[in-house]
């Protein structure tokens, strides 16, 4: 991401005699330099979490201390807020349109490819960045374990605000102030850290089906898999790595290690068969649809952009956009976006 961010050290969680350490972290990307700071007295980063969604929690049997997952889908253009409720499983709290995400379909695998991560990160307080030329905003870790053995590089890989994107999720300025808030609640509430899953899109069979010439296949199954334990139990998967791959909900996932061989992995015996169930259940599905679904080419100039941005975009042009976001930003490569087609959507 061709920005500046001064990444700020949470101490003492959120109270009201919270205080912060700035911890300098500049980093020289393209032609911008300097640190971005807020203007004393910004406190856009303590804002509490909107009443609406305040009420939305409670209809759902949440509490703002409640851990939270984030899920990302890059072709959908939609960021997944998920929230454990009262049954002690974790439910999707609210779905947020993506305004920009940048590069194809497929991992990150070098600095300045704009290619926007995909794979499995876990974000602690550490990486919230209340001080942002994005708003707000919080680093998801890239490069991760996995990511570093197979010899991945990037930095400062972000979900911030405004609608500007090299290589990280803008959710305008609106969307990650909701976002940020949350996250904060839940980290100041007990949670350690939170697991963000970055995927190409939603992994249903259909969508696997349509994708299965690409040559990232057998990356995505591997993460079909990961979305799977989640989906068959509604608790984030334990992640792991061995042999350049996930390895989800291990019975001894402290012996793997990435990059080297797995040996014999022994699945957790209490979650092993309601993924197994849940997979055939899809499977039996997918079959019984009677689908025939074409392998799909995805035709892209740069990135993603949800439809309602989109369509906002068409009406109003680049500066209406800015409005709209409440952000005084460019809208990155907005042709781009524009153009952001599949084949089947033709």
Request: proline residues 6%; aromatic residues 8%; charged residues 20%.
């Amino acid at each position: 991401m061709p920005a500046l961010e001064t990444q700020l050290v949470w101490q003492d969680h959120v109270s009201l005699r919270t205080h912060f350490r700035i911890i300098a972290l500049c980093a020289l990307f393209s032609a911008i330099s300097g640190c971005v700071m807020l203007e004393r007295g910004d406190n856009r980063h303590l804002q509490p979490i909107p009443a609406a969604l305040l009420s939305e929690m409670s209809a759902k049997g949440m509490s703002p201390s409640d851990p939270i997952m984030i899920r990302i889908h890059k072709k959908e253009s939609e960021l997944e807020l998920w929230k454990r409720d009262k049954t002690g499983q974790f439910a999707l709290l609210k779905t947020y349109p993506m305004c920009r995400w940048s590069g194809q379909l497929g991992p990150k695998k070098r600095e300045g490819d704009r290619q926007a991560p995909e794979g499995f990160y876990v974000v602690n307080a550490s990486q919230l960045n209340p001080r942002s030329q994005f708003y707000l905003s919080f680093n998801l870790g890239f490069p991760n374990a996995l990511e570093a053995s197979l010899g991945y590089t990037g930095s400062a890989l972000m979900v911030h605000g405004a609608c500007t994107s090299a290589g990280c999720f803008a959710m305008t300025d609106q969307g990650i102030r909701e976002i940020y808030s949350v996250a904060r609640d839940a980290l100041a509430g007990g949670q350690a850290s939170f697991q963000v899953q970055a995927l190409p899109f939603r992994m249903t069979a259909e969508n696997m089906a349509r994708h299965r010439e690409s040559p990232h296949t057998a990356f995505w199954k591997n993460l079909k898999d990961g979305v799977d334990h989640f989906e068959a139990t509604r608790q984030p998967p334990r992640v792991a790595a061995c042999e350049n791959r996930y390895v989800f909900n291990a019975k001894d996932g402290a012996s793997l290690i990435p990059g080297k061989a797995c040996g014999k992995i022994e699945p957790d015996p209490d979650i092993a068969p309601l993924v197994a169930q849940y997979q055939a259940s899809q499977t039996a599905k997918f079959v019984a649809s009677g689908s025939s679904i074409a392998s799909s080419s995805y035709r892209l100039a740069d990135g993603g952009m949800h439809p309602s941005f989109r369509r906002v975009l068409k009406s109003v042009g680049p500066q209406g956009l800015q409005v709209a976001t409440s952000g005084d930003v460019e809208i990155s490569r907005p042709d781009a976006a524009l153009a952001d087609l599949y084949e089947e959507d033709r």
